[in-house]
């Protein structure tokens, strides 16, 4: 790269990439410190998002908590909350794939 942007600007702000606010999830897997009762629950809370946000077209954020932050990969950015991960994120990646199936 020569200074010249290989993607278009982002809709939100790139940059900082940050670890879980909490560490509560860093190493993962680590099956030493993982409880099989946190993987089943954790396994329905991945399947819930799945199925409702990126194959469906929930617009009920249940499965996000309410102060998320998603770091996107270059040409999508970093959305603070759920309002700027239902545009940004989800809303294009639904018009661009419309028979997603999970």
Do not use: M
Not at 21 to 38: F, H, I, M, W, Y
Not at 42 to 68: F, I, M, Q, T
């Amino acid at each position: 790269r020569i200074g010249r942007p290989v993607l278009p600007q982002a809709p939100l702000p790139e940059g900082l990439v940050l670890t879980a606010a909490a560490n509560d999830g860093v190493p993962a897997p680590l099956s030493v410190v993982a409880k099989e009762r946190n993987s089943t629950a954790a396994r329905k809370v991945v399947a819930g998002a799945l199925a409702d946000g990126w194959a469906g077209n929930s617009e009920d954020a249940k499965w996000w908590h309410r102060n998320l932050t998603f770091y996107g990969p270059g040409g999508i950015g970093r959305a603070r909350n759920q309002k700027e991960y239902q545009q940004h994120v989800l809303g294009p990646f639904r018009q661009a794939f419309a028979d997603r199936v999970c």
